[in-house]
């Protein structure tokens, strides 16, 4: 879009719901590379003076938490072409999903700020349970490469490509030694979605899931393996869930422990 004069230059926001503002540092890290090829609508974190107005794409990140999350996701997917979940609170709903899943937003933040608590809660959910999401960028936070590669492709009116192969095959093109096998690590790569260049990995340390399942994750392979190895089924299952991968995922191990 950018490359022709006769197109009117993208319009872009940056958006954050429940979230750590992991993305948005990324985003910020690398937004000289971007500023000549868009115009920034709205990106509260960075800037002052937010424009209103139709967007091509809005990148946002967070999970919805809270009631006035979903009014502000709604506002967003009405004006824009492009939706672009970034980062695994926006994609799986992350820890606030997946490790606090097991008790509820209500006595969380009660147990937390007292029983005067005046915030508002809902259970944790990623995007893509109220809206139609075009494009799907998991991280914890986002691959700074990934986030440019998928900027370009949807400047150029393509639907990115993005790998869902697990990180195992990141470490098999590193030739990083496997650390399941070889130090019998509890490692989640195997599960896990690769894109972070197998981060932890590659310094010797197990893979905890932080970029959410990969396409397909063979769970009780996972789940066995980890048995095999000596781990506890519900150690296992917390490592598994620690980051928001769907319950549906748990269903056949959880009834095979009881
Ligand atoms: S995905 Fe990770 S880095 Fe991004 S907002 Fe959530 S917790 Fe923060
Ligand atoms: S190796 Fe696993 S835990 Fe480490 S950054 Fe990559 S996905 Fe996250």
Redesign the pocket.
């Known amino acids: 879009m950018s490359n022709n004069p006769a197109k009117p230059i993208p319009k872009v926001a940056v958006e954050s719901l429940t979230?750590?503002?992991?993305?948005l540092l990324v985003i910020l890290d690398n937004l000289e590379k971007l500023v000549p090829f868009i115009r920034i609508m709205s990106f509260p974190f960075a800037q002052s003076k937010n424009e209103d107005g139709p967007l091509d794409i809005a990148f946002v990140?967070?999970s919805v938490s809270q009631p006035h999350d979903l009014e502000k996701l709604k506002r967003i997917r009405a004006k824009t072409r492009w939706l672009v979940a970034i980062?695994?609170?926006a994609v799986w709903g992350?820890?606030q999903a997946g490790s606090c899943s097991r008790c509820h937003a209500d006595d969380m933040m009660h147990s937390v700020y007292g029983d005067t608590c005046k915030f508002e809660v809902m259970q944790a959910k990623p995007l893509e349970e109220f809206v139609k999401v075009d494009v799907r960028l998991s991280?914890?936070?986002i691959n700074a490469t990934q986030f440019l590669s998928v900027t370009a492709s949807l400047l150029k009116d393509h639907l990115p490509f993005i790998t869902h192969k697990p990180v195992c095959l990141e470490c098999k093109l590193r030739e990083t030694a496997c650390v399941l096998i070889e130090k019998n690590l509890p490692c989640l790569g195997p599960v896990t979605a690769a894109g972070c260049g197998a981060l932890c990995p590659r310094v010797g340390a197990a893979c905890y899931g932080c970029w959410g399942p990969c396409q397909e994750p063979q769970m009780e392979a996972m789940a066995t393996i980890l048995q095999e190895k000596g781990y506890e089924l519900d150690d296992v299952l917390s490592r598994l869930q620690t980051f928001g991968a769907p319950k549906e995922l748990f269903t056949r191990m959880a009834s095979e422990k009881n």
């Open positions: 979230g750590c503002a992991g993305e990140e967070g980062g695994n609170c992350c820890v991280g914890c936070p």
